[in-house]
């Protein structure tokens, strides 16, 4: 079965894959991955701010609070002007067993927010789920299908995220061994193409043509 540590290595590892700059961060008693990101549309800076960490039990009270922390250390690292010349796109997910408050309150639609937006994720490694509104919205349909595929990819269900660990450990097995991800946090890249999934969100030169594994068959994100 996938531990929430070996989860959040997928998570460390598909964030530096994507072009993020990975950190270990203490965000209230919870150690995290944290990436950032930072992409130019027009005349705006996105900033993007991935946040990820393991808890034993996580219930609707903890996942609000963590968002909240999180919240508050993204809009720190924020490139420019909060609603003037920059967005801040928060995704705050916790790892571990998910009580039915907290994948209510993750799945929930968003409410609208100035100069941003903020996404709550929780996972559950035990019962194979990840819990996240991924739907869209009236205004920002483009900026929001963006959100989704960067929600998406840093934090996939926990069945495409046990078969990527798997094929670590495979490559580990044939003389590969596994690399320590930058920041200190262990993101488990090995020396080899990683298996494909789907095509990162971040823009940057393509690399090459990893080799394809079918989807896990897992049920979709919750609405």
């Known amino acids: 079965m996938l531990t929430p540590e070996q989860y959040l290595q997928v998570v460390a590892e ?3 894959r994507s072009g993020g700059r990975l950190n270990t961060v203490q965000i209230g008693p919870v150690t995290c991955a944290v990436g950032l990101f930072a992409e130019s549309i027009m005349l705006s800076t996105m900033n993007y701010c991935v946040v990820a960490g393991a808890c034993s039990d996580v219930d609707a009270a903890t996942l609000r609070q963590f968002t909240g922390m999180a ?3 993204a809009r720190a690292n924020v490139q420019g002007t909060i609603g003037w010349t920059a967005a801040s796109v928060v995704i705050c997910g916790l790892v571990g067993r998910v009580h039915p408050d907290a994948a209510q309150l993750a799945s929930a639609k968003t409410s609208n927010q100035f100069g941003g ?3 709550m994720v929780a ?3 035990h019962a194979g789920m990840t819990y996240a509104f991924t739907g869209g919205k009236l205004w920002g349909a483009a900026m929001h299908g963006a959100i989704n595929a960067k929600l998406t990819f840093c934090f996939p269900q926990p069945g495409e995220a046990l078969q990527q660990v798997q094929w670590q450990q495979q490559q580990a097995a044939y003389g590969q061994p596994p690399q ?3 920041g200190g946090f262990p993101g488990q890249i090995p020396s080899g193409p ?3 999934t789907s095509p ?3 823009a940057g030169p393509a690399g090459p043509r990893p080799p394809h594994y079918p989807p896990p068959g897992q049920p979709p994100y919750g609405r």
Do not use: I, K, L
């Open 117 to 119: 937006e903020t996404r």
């Open 194 to 196: 990683m298996p494909r």
């Open 14 to 16: 598909r964030v530096v």
């Open 200 to 202: 990162p969100p971040a």
């Open 123 to 125: 996972v559950d490694p």
């Open 71 to 73: 919240t508050q250390h």
């Open 180 to 182: 320590s991800g930058p």
